[in-house]
């Protein structure tokens, strides 16, 4: 079995790769960032990570698989990196902390909305991040 990208017919593209790339465009329009062209420095990198995980965790349409992607990373301490990393004031990445919130807050008052048991089916995400949002 071949895997080369010459075994592929010329100027095919899977249905599934464009659907792909249509969401996340999707998720980083509507969360208005969008990674730089070049990176130049470690904030620029740490800012380029963040994104990704926002668009990683956004990418699903259904509810449960964002909590349980979410739930994933918070798993391997992610609110506790947020937290160190929305204290040290850059923009681009104090805009990614709270793009993370935002959304999980908003998955929140989705989880809110459903039934009880299909609520506690779902892993548990705390409210809001332990940070200061003061200037």
């Known amino acids: 079995i071949s895997t080369s990208k010459s075994s592929a017919p010329k100027g095919s ?27 130049t420095n470690e904030t620029q990198v740490v800012a380029c990570i963040l994104i990704l995980i926002n668009a990683i965790i956004g990418f699903p349409e259904e509810l449960k698989p964002r909590v349980k992607l979410r739930s994933d990373f918070i798993r391997l301490h ?31 008052e989705e989880i809110a909305l459903l039934a009880p048991a299909e609520a506690a089916a779902l892993p548990q995400q705390p409210s809001h991040l332990q940070i200061d949002h003061g200037g």
Do not use: G, Y
């Open 13 to 39: 593209d899977f249905p599934a790769t464009r659907e792909i790339r249509s969401q996340l465009t999707r998720n980083a329009s509507s969360t208005h960032v969008l990674p730089p062209v070049e990176v």
């Open 78 to 108: 992610l609110l506790d990196v947020l937290a160190a990393l929305h204290r040290e004031r850059h923009v681009d990445i104090v805009r990614q902390v709270e793009v993370f919130e935002t959304e999980m807050q908003a998955d929140n």
